[in-house]
């Protein structure tokens, strides 16, 4: 069983920095699609940023050129540098792996969360 650890959230000031880590326990890190969401009270859980066990990067267009999605295939950790953050950015962060095993079923991890607050 996969088990998925989201560590390096906090408080920050609008235009600040954070890099939210993942740490994955098993043996499918390598193989598995990452991703980060994100979801605030009252609304749906949002894809942030994903990469694929290849290294292709897709990004939700509001964090395009402020966020960078990475992975260390050796540490099985995925990363989530967040740059210039906005006040619209606070919610809680979820890592989530993803492996698929037919065209139309796959088996999906989700870590506990961290949680981002932004200051105006």
């Known amino acids: 069983q996969v088990q998925l650890a989201e560590s390096g959230g906090g408080l920050v000031q609008a235009g600040g920095s954070l890099r939210l880590s993942c740490a994955a326990s098993g043996s499918i890190f390598s193989s598995s699609n990452m991703g980060w969401y994100r979801q605030v009270p009252g609304k749906q859980r949002e894809l942030v940023a994903s990469?694929?066990?290849?290294?292709?990067?897709v990004y939700k267009v509001s964090v395009e050129g402020r966020f960078t999605i990475s992975r260390d295939n050796a540490k099985s950790t995925v990363y989530l540098q967040m740059n210039s953050l906005k006040p619209e950015d606070t919610a809680v962060y979820y890592c989530?792996?993803?492996?698929?095993?037919?065209?139309?079923?796959?088996?999906?991890?989700w870590g506990q969360g961290t949680q981002v607050t932004v200051s105006s």
């Open positions: 990469i694929t066990s290849a290294g292709s990067t």
């Open positions: 989530n792996a993803y492996q698929r095993i037919r065209s139309d079923y796959g088996i999906e991890f």
